[in-house]
């Protein structure tokens, strides 16, 4: 199965060469950290929306989070695995809050690079389901090394069908706009994995207990 998802490494591969936008990395050990040391501006603005926001949760809820993540970020995992079905039940699915995910990509990077654009070519709707599914088995794919499994695994959750997938993921166009993402969340002084905003204001605390403090204030 592993060796089935190679056309799609060497196809996101192609593109970031094309588009000059990743680096193959050798480390296989999911990382908070994305980006180089850095010192961070002392207001973090981040965009409210961007046209390649990935949206949970309905379009007009009154609270926005923000969260920016990588697929190989074990805190990233935590977070979607401990924390965000919480919130889902208790502020997203009421329509009190929705989420907006944003990649940004941690070492090992050809392997983030590649979930992200698997992510980016998915069917919109199917875009969580893949999200879930990958962050879901995460660790396990990491400790026994079945990386390319993990990746394979989640191609059956986007909605489309491995060729569709691979000539996506070979457009230039799918690498430029993660680097132009990528780009635009450093430049708002984001270097972090997951970088968590309630209405435009940076949580710090990921728990569940910092993420209902933030947000509990604003629902109505």
Partial sequence: MGGRFIPLLTAFAMATAVAGSASAMTDMSPTRSTAPARQAPAVVSVPASLPSDRVLGRADAPITIIEYASFTCSHCADFANTVLPELKARYIDTGKAKLIFRDLPTPPLQVANAAAALGRCAAPS?????????????????????????????????????????????????????????????????????????????????????????IQPLAR
């Fill in 126 to 214: 199917k875009f969580f389901d893949m999200a879930s599914q990958l962050m879901a088995n995460q660790a396990s794919a990491f400790a026994s090394g079945a990386v390319q499994n993990w990746l394979y695994s989640a191609i059956g959750t986007t909605g489309r069908t491995e060729q569709e997938l691979q000539t996506c993921m070979r457009l230039p166009a799918t690498a430029e706009g993660l680097a132009r993402d990528t780009s635009a969340a450093l430049a708002a002084g984001v270097d972090s994995t997951p970088s968590l905003f309630v209405n435009g204001r940076r949580v710090e605390d990921h728990s569940l207990q910092g993420m209902v403090a933030a």
